[in-house]
């Protein structure tokens, strides 16, 4: 799996009260496992994580927002997480 960027997002609807930020991640490789694929940016959890629709990236929620420059970390249950060296900066609007 390649990471190559993220975008977050604050939601004006969100679909659930307690998510409030989106992040879109880009890449390749993101297999579809039995094992669940789990990312987190810096100590927040990114929920919801499902693929995009061009298959190209994956797209969750975030309860909290995680302090600036906090690190983008992802992989499956079963295998260590991989830092991607993408980190938080928080959206304009």
């Known amino acids: 799996m390649e990471v190559t960027g993220a ?7 969100p679909p ?10 880009q890449g390749s490789g993101f297999q579809q496992r039995a094992v ?15 693929p995009t629709v061009d298959g190209d990236g994956l797209i ?3 309860a909290d ?3 600036v420059g906090a690190e983008l970390v ?12 993408i980190t938080y900066d928080p959206p304009i609007s």
Do not use: C, K, M, Q
């Open 36 to 50: 669940p694929i789990l990312a987190s940016v810096g100590d927040v959890d990114v929920e919801g994580l499902v």
């Open 74 to 85: 992802i992989g499956y249950a079963d295998t260590e997480p991989l830092a991607t060296g």
């Open 65 to 67: 927002e995680p302090p």
């Open 60 to 62: 969750g929620f975030l």
């Open 7 to 13: 975008e977050f997002a604050r939601l004006a609807d």
């Open 16 to 25: 659930d009260p307690e998510l409030t930020l989106r992040v879109v991640i």
